[in-house]
């Protein structure tokens, strides 16, 4: 079983609709969670951290984590063109300070 | 200036050669980290650092060795360099100032082509 699991897409939604990013992780000791957005051949882009339980938001983004299910979720909402990209889920297990990645999902926004 | 730069961008070499890639950082960082990128594989971790004296193999560290020359820069060799190498590189830092898991910057990457 990978550590960090994410469905590879792409997920197709309308422009202006709301995007649901899913990722779970297999470390019940995982402390910290990450969302990158990455667009092709670029490098990751951080976007979202999310520590405790609940919801996370920050401007169009919110960042959802249920420790007790093992998933962390991303919402984008008013989704534009511009957010086509891939979003990587990456946790960082314990304190070992090193981030585990899933192998991301694609996101296209139709205009 | 970027703060994590990687050269070179692009690299093409043959079956054998040994090749060298390197990351220098200007945010002061401790942490530096190697991953690579293949499709649908996402991003798997090398090597790292924690200080110049701390160096840790990833989960996929076969065929590749690193230095950790200074504070400021981590270079990733390969010594012979294979086909299944060609890959996009990463190089990214942390800091152990701020709180755990903070998160990475990354630089700009290499795109290794291994012929």
């Known amino acids: 079983q990978k550590e960090v699991e994410q469905n590879s897409g792409p997920l197709s939604v309308p422009e202006g609709a709301i995007a649901s990013l899913n990722c779970t992780y297999s470390d019940r000791g995982s402390q910290s969670f990450f969302w990158y957005r990455q667009y092709s051949g670029k490098s990751p882009e951080l976007i979202m951290s999310?520590?405790?339980?609940g919801d996370k938001e920050d401007g169009r983004f919110t960042a959802q984590l249920n420790k007790a299910s093992q998933y962390v979720s991303l919402l984008i909402r008013d989704s534009q063109p511009s957010d086509s990209a891939t979003y990587l889920c990456?946790?960082?297990?314990?304190?070992?300070?090193?981030?585990?990645f899933g192998s991301g999902t694609r996101l296209l926004v139709r205009p | 200036d970027a703060d994590v730069t990687q050269t070179p961008r692009n690299r093409i070499t043959k079956t054998g050669k040994r090749i060298m890639l390197e990351c220098s950082q200007t945010?002061?960082?401790?942490?530096m980290y190697w991953y690579r990128q293949d499709p649908g594989l996402g991003l798997r971790l090398i090597y790292y650092s924690f200080d110049v004296k701390d160096i840790n193999k990833g989960e996929i560290s076969d065929g590749y060795s690193v230095s950790r020359q200074a504070q400021a820069k981590f270079s990733l060799s390969l010594e012979s360099a294979i086909p299944n190498q060609t890959a996009l590189y990463f190089c990214?830092?942390?800091?152990?100032?701020?709180?755990?898991?903070?998160?990475?910057?990354f630089g700009s990457g290499t795109r290794l082509t291994v012929v």
């Open positions: 945010k002061g960082h401790d942490r």
């Open positions: 990456a946790v960082n297990v314990g304190s070992s300070y090193k981030l585990i």
């Open positions: 990214a830092t942390s800091d152990s100032d701020r709180d755990p898991g903070y998160g990475y910057t």
């Open positions: 999310i520590y405790s339980n």
